[in-house]
């Protein structure tokens, strides 16, 4: 691609605010019209040695470069979660190397006015369409704006290399609130749609999406979950699909939801929503899982002030582990059961190795008082400092009332090994349907001490194997026994 460098750095020069997207064989490499520059065949050259000076030579034979790599640092692991069958690489030309594109391959924004806000979303989309089936796309290190909803929902055999910052518009509000994507759940709607099946999008911890949250969050106002306010990134409809080295700064409303989808895994995640106004961040859950299954979610770190991992209907055999949550409601399955003539399930869930800091709950069930079950959850080696209410469980959530006539069941749960502290004097609040009593709760290793001193109280009602669950309640809890205290009681 030497050959290109002065046309590219010219384009840079005349067009710095777009992105161009130049495709050589399966591979469509995309870069910000900032930083648009010369590469060498970058389909040929492993991630750890990617975005260096197109000058230099690689060694080895270039024709067998994918063999020997190191899965760890180039492509997936041939059968792992998201891996693909095929590494797309460009198409040698008669003289050995990669075949430089033709101008026919190589994509240009159209001439925009000059006072036109930078969008690049249709060369985002472009990219996707040009190589989002047996191919590879390589977005390179700068920045992307982002100021239109975006939907790759018919990806195939796709390797998404994300090595830059991903930008969504904030001057735009009414566009987001009246064109963001439903996502059919309870009104909720998405700034992106990602589906398809073999799908693996790697950030190698470079790549950042900025939603721009604290615009969202003052118009917002402490409302809560308002129509129209787009999730960050939804999985949606899709199947084997690998997520891995990505940061999020100031998600727009959830960072994540997975929805209609099997086969995911998401590994090694940043996420980080902090309000710095008078106004909170409301609804911006880490993740949300919904009639989706076989999910892994491993190694997260998230400060997101509301849920942190959320299981909702119908999800099942999700593994959660090594993930560390500040300012969250923590490990959580709900709310569910929110329309009573539609059942909902949640079954084969593990949460484990999870460390929680100054959060609301730790491992908690919430139910409203609908039809459905909860069963086979575990809460494992999960701990925590200054937890306001860590042990909780609902089935009557946020109104609090007609909680003993849900019919929404909750039994084999295990806690096991919840240590830590808590804000006030309650350790634990169980409050179960009369009509539905919760049944073979198990509890083991459970240390919870109050910061100010003293023992825990305990609160349970409506357990059938309370006597041998391993938990020693210390008295009734009120079906109006709130999820968060604001103070001892």
């Known amino acids: 691609m030497r050959f290109l460098a002065p046309f ?10 777009f992105a161009v997207v130049v495709k050589s064989g399966s591979t469509c490499i995309v870069t910000p019209g900032a930083a648009t520059r010369a590469m060498r065949s970058i389909g040929l050259v492993p991630p750890a040695e ?18 020997d790599l190191d899965p760890e640092a180039g492509a997936p692991k041939p059968g792992a979660p998201g891996s693909l069958g095929h590494y797309p690489r460009p198409m040698p030309s008669k003289k050995g190397g990669a075949s430089p594109p033709s ?38 290190e700068g920045t992307y704006n982002i100021r239109q909803v975006m939907n790759t929902t018919d990806l195939r055999n796709v390797s998404i290399e994300i090595h830059g ?10 566009y987001w609130l009246s064109h963001s994507y439903s996502v059919t759940y309870a009104g909720r709607s998405t700034a992106w749609l990602l589906g398809g099946r073999d799908i693996s999008m790697r950030g190698f911890g470079r790549a950042l999406f900025d939603g721009n949250g604290q615009v969202w969050i003052d118009q917002n106002r402490n409302a809560g979950n308002q129509n129209g306010r787009p999730i960050s990134l939804t999985i949606w409809r899709a199947n084997n ?36 106004s008078q106004w909170k961040a409301v609804n911006t859950d880490g993740t949300d899982t919904w ?13 997101c002030h509301d849920d942190c991992i959320s299981i909702k209907g119908n999800s099942s055999n999700v593994h959660v582990s090594n993930v560390t949550c500040y300012e969250s409601g923590a490990m959580c399955v709900g709310s569910i059961g929110s329309n009573a003539g539609q059942p909902d399930f949640v079954e084969n869930v593990v949460f484990e190795n999870v460390s929680l800091y100054h959060s609301s709950n730790a491992a908690w069930i919430k139910t409203y008082p609908g039809t459905g079950y909860v069963r086979n959850v575990t809460f494992r080696n999960i701990h925590f400092e200054n937890v306001n209410q860590p042990i909780y469980v609902t089935s009557c959530i ?34 179960c349907s009369s009509r539905a009593p919760c049944d073979d709760l198990h509890f083991s290793n459970i240390d919870i001490k109050p910061m100010s001193g003293g023992t825990a109280k305990v609160l349970c009602s409506n357990i059938k194997n309370q006597a041998s669950s391993g938990l020693a309640c210390t008295g009734p809890c009120p079906g109006s026994q709130p999820q968060q205290l604001s103070g001892n009681v």
């Open 8 to 17: 590219l750095l010219a384009l840079g020069a005349a067009r710095p605010a």
């Open 50 to 67: 990617r975005d260096v000076d197109p000058d230099s030579s690689s060694s080895g034979d270039e024709q067998n470069i994918w063999s």
């Open 241 to 276: 699909v690998f997520i891995d080295g990505i940061r999020w700064k100031m998600a727009q409303f959830w960072h994540t939801f997975v929805a209609h989808s099997q086969n995911i895994t998401m590994t090694n995640l940043e996420m980080n929503t902090s309000s710095n």
């Open 398 to 431: 946020y109104s609090y009332q007609n909680c003993d006539n849900s019919r929404l069941g909750i039994t084999d749960i295990h806690w096991e090994n919840i240590t830590g502290t808590s804000r006030y004097n309650v350790a634990a609040a169980i409050h």
């Open 103 to 140: 101008a026919l391959e190589m994509s240009f924004p159209r001439r925009r006015a000059a006072t036109a806000a930078a969008d690049d979303t249709p060369q985002i989309l472009d990219a996707f369409k040009q190589c989002g089936k047996d191919g590879t796309i390589i977005f390179q």
């Open 291 to 303: 009639n989706s299954k076989d999910i892994v979610i491993r190694n997260w770190t998230v400060t």
């Open 165 to 174: 910052t991903f930008v969504w518009s904030a001057d735009n509000i009414q």
